[in-house]
């Protein structure tokens, strides 16, 4: 009796050892990323950090878009910080997008280095764009803002900077129309004091306007990185009004005016901590 019970045990064993085998071993699939905590970054700047791996990826991180030995100089624009999981594996990402605006995607952590790119010869040099044609030291000048800019008396230099920077912002504004009057219903929505004249030509149709304007104070190191030229003007304007679900296409016919704060860097050092260079204001008006 004693030998049955021991080989039917034996039996039970094989038996449940055979079922074992046979059933198919569960992999559990990686799965696509989800974001589990999000918040903003505030364009904080990164560059690559030199590593092979590198790539921006798609939302879930599923497919990969570029590889960041492509972009060796690149500033990248970080809009938010992400933790991401796809229930095995979890990391810090961020959103990152290049200053020229046109290259986005999700980038893990490890693979950036805090701060702006800049060669050696670049770091430090918080004077680099005061040249002998640059007496201001304007960032970024083109051959016409600077032909503009000699001879022009203070006040003259100040609305031609001005006029420069704000230029390629509106022209992001897809299907608008220019109109220079707007220049100054925008600057007094900045100042929160329309002029007479603004008040004159506009009338009641200053309460039909769609106005936006800088959404936060800049502090000093803002301030420094716009006068060095990093972010350009544009850039940084663009990705202000992203913060603002700002959509560029959405006023298409309408009419455009923009004012901002001249941005040289013999302005800033004058100003020193009370400049307010790089503050704007947008005026839209749907005639």
């Known amino acids: 009796m004693k030998k049955h019970l021991i080989l039917f045990a034996g039996l039970i064993v094989s038996f449940a050892g055979l079922a074992l085998m046979s059933i198919p071993q569960i992999v559990k699939a990686a799965g696509v990323y989800h974001t589990v905590k999000s918040k903003t970054a505030n364009n904080t700047t990164f560059h690559w ?14 497919q990969k878009k570029h590889h960041l030995t492509n972009y060796p100089k690149t ?37 950036l280095t805090a701060g702006a790119y800049a060669s050696k010869k670049a770091v430090g040099s918080d004077s680099n764009w005061i040249t002998k044609g640059n007496p201001g030291g304007v960032p970024h000048p083109t051959s016409a803002e600077l032909n503009d800019l000699q001879g022009a008396d203070p006040d003259q230099y100040d609305s031609t900077v ?20 707007l220049d100054e219903a925008a600057a007094g929505y900045l100042g929160n004091d329309y002029d007479s004249v603004t008040r004159h030509d506009w009338g009641d149709k200053l309460n039909d306007m769609k106005f936006i304007k800088i959404s936060t104070q800049l502090t000093d190191q803002q301030i420094q990185k716009l006068a060095d030229g990093s972010p350009t003007f544009k850039r940084f304007v663009l ?7 700002i959509n560029l296409s959405a006023y298409k016919g309408w009419q455009i005016g923009m004012f901002s704060l001249p941005i040289y860097q013999t302005e800033l050092k004058s100003a020193g901590s009370n400049s307010h260079i790089g503050e704007y204001a947008i005026a839209l008006y749907k005639p």
């Open 49 to 62: 950090n030199g590593s092979t791996k590198a790539y921006l990826w798609n939302d879930n991180l599923t």
């Open 239 to 245: 990705n202000d009004l992203a913060k603002q679900h």
């Open 162 to 181: 001005t006029y420069y920077q704000d230029l390629p912002v509106i022209k992001s504004f897809t299907g608008t129309t220019y109109n220079y009057k």
């Open 75 to 111: 500033t990248w624009y970080a809009a938010k910080v992400l933790k991401m999981t796809n229930g095995t594996k979890t990391g810090t990402f961020y959103y990152v997008t290049s200053q020229s605006g046109k290259t986005t995607g999700y980038v893990w952590k490890g693979y």
